[in-house]
Antibody, heavy 120, light 111 residues
C-alpha cells in the first residue's frame, strides 16, 4: 500500500523559511523512474506545481519559484523535504506531496495535504 | 495565471454528458501525449482520473474519457452522476526543464 503524508508548521511569519516534510511508504525513491513532487493550492484557487525530486537525486523546480525552493530527500527515512525561503502571505496554501512515475508523467498517489498560513 | 486554460465552470443534468477543455501550446499539450486529469472534491486531495490523454486508472468508471486534438485536450463525463460534482484540473508534461503544468481548474456542477 502506497501512502504519503505531509508535515510541517501550520503558521509561518512573513520572510521566514518554510520547511515541509513528505513521509512516504510502499515504494522506493531509488527505483528507476520514480519521482516525488510538491504541489500547492491557495484557498479557493488552482493547483500549482512546485518541485520534483528524481530517483537519481536530480531535481526540477517551477521556473517562477526556483530561486526560493530547495527539494531534498532522505532515502533511509523515506522522506522528501521542501524548503521555501522568504515566505509571503501569498504563499498561504495547502501543500501536497505526490508520487509521479516518469514514463507516465502523472501524479498517481497523493498525500492528504497540509495547510500552511503565512501571517504575522 | 495558469499555463493551461480551462473554462472556470461547466454544468449538466444527471444522465447528460459534459466536456471540459484544456488548451495549451506546442510546448505542452500539443507536444506530448502526457495529459492527465484530476478530480478534486471539496477538502480532499486531487485524484487522477485520466492519464496519457486517454487512459483510465483502475477503478475509475468508464464514464470518464479523455481525448486530444492539437493543442487542446478534453475530458468528457458521460451519464453524469451527482457524485461527479467536483473541481477538475488538467495537467501536461511540458519538457525536461518544466515537467509539470496545471490548468486553472473547472468547477463541474450537476444540476
Amino acid at each position: 500500500q502506497i501512502t504519503l503524508k505531509e508535515s510541517g508548521p501550520t503558521l509561518v511569519k512573513p520572510t521566514q523559511t518554510l520547511t515541509l516534510t513528505c513521509t512516504f511508504s510502499g515504494f522506493s525513491l531509488t527505483s528507476s523512474g520514480v519521482t516525488v513532487g510538491w504541489i500547492r493550492q491557495p484557498p479557493g484557487k488552482a493547483l500549482e506545481w512546485l518541485a520534483l525530486i528524481y530517483w537519481d537525486d536530480g531535481n526540477r523546480y517551477s521556473p517562477s519559484l526556483k530561486s526560493r525552493l530547495t527539494i531534498t530527500r532522505d532515502t533511509s527515512r523515506n522522506q522528501v523535504v521542501l524548503t521555501m525561503t522568504n515566505v509571503d502571505p501569498v504563499d498561504t496554501a495547502t501543500y501536497y506531496c505526490a508520487r509521479r512515475i516518469v514514463m507516465s508523467d502523472y501524479f498517481d498517489y497523493w498525500g492528504q495535504g497540509t495547510l500552511v498560513t503565512v501571517s504575522s | 495565471q495558469s499555463a493551461l486554460t480551462q473554462p472556470p465552470s461547466a454544468s449538466g443534468s444527471p444522465g447528460q454528458s459534459v466536456t471540459i477543455s484544456c488548451t495549451g501550446t506546442s510546448s505542452d499539450v500539443g507536444g506530448y501525449n502526457f495529459v492527465s486529469w484530476y478530480q478534486q472534491h471539496p477538502g480532499k486531495a486531487p485524484k487522477v482520473i485520466i492519464y496519457e490523454v486517454t487512459k483510465r486508472p483502475s477503478g475509475v468508471p468508464d464514464r470518464f474519457s479523455g481525448s486530444k486534438s492539437g493543442h487542446t485536450a478534453s475530458l468528457t463525463v458521460s451519464g453524469l452522476q451527482t457524485e461527479d460534482e467536483a473541481d477538475y484540473y488538467c495537467s501536461s508534461y511540458a519538457g525536461n526543464n518544466n515537467p509539470v503544468v496545471f490548468g486553472g481548474g473547472t468547477k463541474l456542477t450537476v444540476l
